[in-house]
């Protein structure tokens, strides 16, 4: 049990942390996997399933309804987070500074990132109810014409999208008031000094000293909303027609709908494969080392 | 001389009472403290109907020693939650309440209704004491696996306080030639229902566009009124039978019918329905209940139209009525290891006391005898709509991936009546994708 320098082995030392992360993080992988390489209604109990190869992945690749969700989804992603973002970064620029009522208004931001997903689903549909909802009544006090938010495609897309942004973007700007609060204010000032305005500061300076919390922020929320799920299922079901059935309803309906669990594996497998894309990408080409080393340097 | 007259009257009696036990062919009623304390876990939908029947449970309780675990959710967690928890070794659940479409999906996890115990306190359920129409909904394959439990198919409603009024009567006869009235064809479900939207007096119908079963049913009923039916078994097989011409001619009507629907008619479900019918005035003239929600329009603490509903059967379409089915079977799982009790639950809650009990608090049992009782008739309108319903009554398909097809038929449904496709197109992809999924599970 000696190591290389003559001290004990690490093994023993790391097998408790190692089976954990195998039982918890790896073998529910592996399961998912090897389920999906199976037929296996789930309605037919426990036993009866059979081993068919790739053939879930096959007849996913030729399911228009897969690419559609998926297309979805990932519009979701490039349209919402985005904006969550921009609203989170002005906000923060905003209200990093002391003023009267600061810290209350910090604070009530931050509430809708509290409401229970299935919660703020809920209320966001019956605020978008056309005739007893609170938006339309408000319209029509401006002499608008009622809109039926969620039973036109497009409107109930972008309802899912504005709810998203309304729940979250609060978070964002958590991670970045954080990140902005650890920047010297010597650095700003002496910029300021020189002559510097702002939009040179944020660009040459606030920006880039937060680009690892930015990208810590944007990593979280791709990740989390590869997962929504439980909102859009309360406010449309998916609906109208397939218009907001997003990868993880769709996922969620071959697996109970469909009782199809081995096409819901192969969807979790594929959504897994995205998400490690995403992840790799912003991780291992943005955060490591020596690309932050040298946006040290820069500055 | 008085001792040998007790005697002789004890023997009488001890003799009368074996007869008498031996005539009924029962064993004498066990105690409850004499059977062992069980528990039971069930799984049911929610709805008034079963929590009417949570407030009787400490009767059952006391007579059996048996105590039930209710857990009530909505009807596609239950698809859910009985798809995750109920396996053929292992289940959470010794009783399931299965929605009658997915009773084939299920079906090789339930214990046939001839394997079921004989009850020790309640007798086994008479199969021929539910509604003949109710019955098949228990059924796969020609095989009992659950028992009936609600009377669920179509009843129309109509707001007696809008067919009533004597300025809207008096204008719609002016106009249409006709008395306002129940709509008793889609051609005055559609002339009435204009006459009181054009007049903002309210929407004239309450659409279904909600869950994918919910919205299959509506399809069906349209289908089924214009004289064709979506799919059939026949040849030993599941086959798409849908007449594209009558098909095309029932999503028309019902694209008209929500013109003159409320605003967001697109995504109605059960909650803006409710909404509209019962708590809004300028909200739904006329539409479909589901029976087992009339508790809540009847309740005078959560609707302004208790009391104030007609019922009927549904209105004709151009080849008759239609009422569809949408009952709920209650079943034991094979792994349920509590199977006695189990059924001694499902005996009790299908027992004509408890039916009648379930009527009274405006619930609607599957028992023939209790629906058609005509002490209820005047007090619970309802049931007299509920029995001409029966007689027109059609069922939705039933095969196990039904899940795909209803999806299917929402998709192109939705599409079809609101415009965003030519109702042609719509019925034409309907079939097609329909046949995919049938050819490719093996049909």
Known sequence: ?299 | MMKSKVMLFVIVLLAVSAMAAFANGEKAPATAAAMPQRTINVLLWDDPYPKALMAMLPEFTAATNITVNIEMLQPPQVLTKTAISVTNTTTDYDVVGIDEGNVPVFASLLLPFDSWYKGTVYPKTDPKSVTPKMYSIGTWNGVQLGVPINGNLYVWMTRKDLIENPTYMSQFKAKYGYALGVPKTFKELLEMGTFFNENGIAAGFGPFNGGPAGVLSEAVFMWESYGTKFIDFTGGTFKVVLDEDKAVEGMEFYKKLMTISPKGAETMAHVERQAAFAADPKGVFSMFIWPAQIAAYEDPTKSLVAGKIAYSAPPAGPRGQAAVTGAWAIAIPKASKNQEAAAEFIYWWSSKAIADKLVQANTIPARTETLTNPAYASSKPWLPALADSMKVAASRPRFKEIGQVQDVVKKYWIMGITGAMPTRDAVRAIVKETNDILQKAGY
């Open chain 1, 1 to 299: 049990m000696k190591g290389a320098g003559g001290h004990g082995s690490p093994v023993p030392f790391l097998l408790p942390a190692l089976l954990i992360v195998f039982a918890v993080l790896i073998f529910p992988i592996i399961f998912s996997f090897v389920v999906s390489l199976f037929d296996w209604p789930l309605s037919a109990g426990g036993g009866s399933r059979r081993f068919i190869g790739a053939s879930n992945y096959v007849d996913l690749v030729k399911d228009k309804e897969f690419w559609n969700s998926l297309k979805l989804q990932l519009g979701f992603i490039f349209i919402a987070i985005p904006l969550e973002l921009v609203l989170g970064l002005a906000a923060a620029l905003l209200l990093n500074r002391e003023f009267q009522g600061g810290r209350v208004i910090r604070a009530l931001i931050l509430l809708p990132v509290f409401f229970l997903p299935v919660v703020s689903g809920m209320t966001w549909r019956f605020m978008l109810q056309p005739r007893y909802g609170a938006l339309n009544n408000f319209l029509l006090a401006l002499g608008a014409p009622e809109i039926t938010w969620l039973g036109d495609p497009t409107f109930a897309y972008a309802a899912i999208i504005i709810q998203d942004i309304w729940r979250m973007w609060p978070f964002v700007f958590m991670l970045l008031y954080a990140g902005l609060a650890g920047i010297s204010t010597d650095i700003l000032e002496a910029a300021e000094i020189d002559g510097a305005h702002f939009s040179k500061r944020l660009f040459s300076i606030i920006l880039p000293l937060l680009y690892p919390t930015i990208l810590t922020a944007l990593l979280l929320r791709i990740i989390d909303a590869l997962r929504i799920f439980s909102e859009v299922y309360v406010m449309t079901e998916g609906g109208p027609g397939m218009a907001t059935t997003l990868f993880s309803l769709y996922t969620h309906r071959q697996a109970f709908g469909y009782m199809k669990v081995g096409m819901a594996s192969a969807m979790a497998i594929f959504l897994l494969v995205i998400s490690i894309v995403f992840a790799v990408t912003l991780v291992r080409k943005n955060m490591s080392l020596e690309k932050l080393e040298e946006r040290g340097g820069d500055r």
